[in-house]
T-cell receptor, first 114, second 112 residues
Framework: GAGVSQSPSNKVTEKGKDVELRCDPI?????LYWYRQSLGQGLEFLIYFQGNSAPDKSGLPSDRFSAERTGGSVSTLTIQRTQQEDSAVYLCASSSSRGQETQYFGPGTRLLVL | GNSVTQMEGPVTLSEEAFLTINCTYTATGYPSLFWYVQYPGEGLQLLLK?????DKGSNKGFEATYRKETTSFHLEKGSVQVSDSAVYFCALYRPSYDKVIFGPGTSLSVIP
């Protein structure tokens, strides 16, 4: 079956613009995660969804970042008024249930803020 | 709190050399432990995992043993290949936290 997909694969934007990043998890996976990977850095947890609700938003770096998930499937990560320090690869992962800890990752969206 | 520490990279090895990437963790209770691998230009994928003490995870010639007494999960491979060049992430999962905590990653380059 299809894996986790993300779009766009690359995004170049100007400072101050808003961007939306999309994640399509594996069909039937109830848990969905967003991470940020900056150049030469590890993974930074952003937010986690179980179904459509987000029990853990602790990783969102500022109020410019928000995320939603609809229908227990697709998720959108929105960054408002982008800054240059937002430049990174944004990774999405899904897993089959709350108790299933193996995560399946998408290829990521590479964001560059000029 | 929960955390994962990995040896710093980058690590450069010759083909057929023995590989060890150290990983230690801090967590109460009994977390599950993982190694994820990220090949150039790709997303992360699970390499192996272990869910309880003394379990050994293995895949593609890689192995790691869950050592609770030393809170470690070191990754080993007896003979690396050029195709093993990638970034390796150690991670832990605690159900009560419902998320995976990743280490910073260790970059491995294998040269012919």
């Amino acid at each position: 079956g299809a894996g986790v997909s993300q779009s766009p694969s690359n995004k170049v934007t100007e400072k101050g613009k808003d961007v939306e990043l999309r994640c399509d998890p594996i069909s039937g996976h109830t848990a969905l995660y967003w991470y940020r990977q900056s150049l030469g850095q590890g993974l930074e947890f952003l937010i986690y969804f179980q179904g459509n609700s987000a029990p853990d938003k602790s990783g969102l770096p500022s109020d410019r970042f928000s995320a939603e998930r609809t229908g227990g499937s697709v998720s959108t990560l929105t960054i408002q008024r982008t800054q240059q320090e937002d430049s990174a690869v944004y990774l999405c992962a899904s897993s089959s249930s709350r108790g299933q800890e193996t995560q399946y990752f998408g290829p990521g969206t590479r964001l560059l803020v000029l | 709190g929960n955390s994962v520490t990995q040896m710093e990279g980058p690590v450069t090895l010759s083909e057929e050399a023995f590989l060890t990437i150290n990983c230690t963790y801090t967590a109460t209770g009994y977390p599950s432990l993982f190694w994820y691998v990220q090949y150039p230009g790709e997303g992360l994928q699970l390499l192996l995992k272990a869910t309880k003490a003394d379990d050994k995870g293995s895949n593609k010639g890689f192995e790691a043993t869950y050592r609770k007494e030393t809170t470690s999960f070191h990754l080993e491979k007896g003979s690396v290949q050029v195709s093993d060049s990638a970034v390796y992430f150690c991670a832990l999962y605690r159900p009560s936290y419902d998320k995976v905590i990743f280490g910073p990653g260790t970059s491995l380059s294998v040269i012919p």
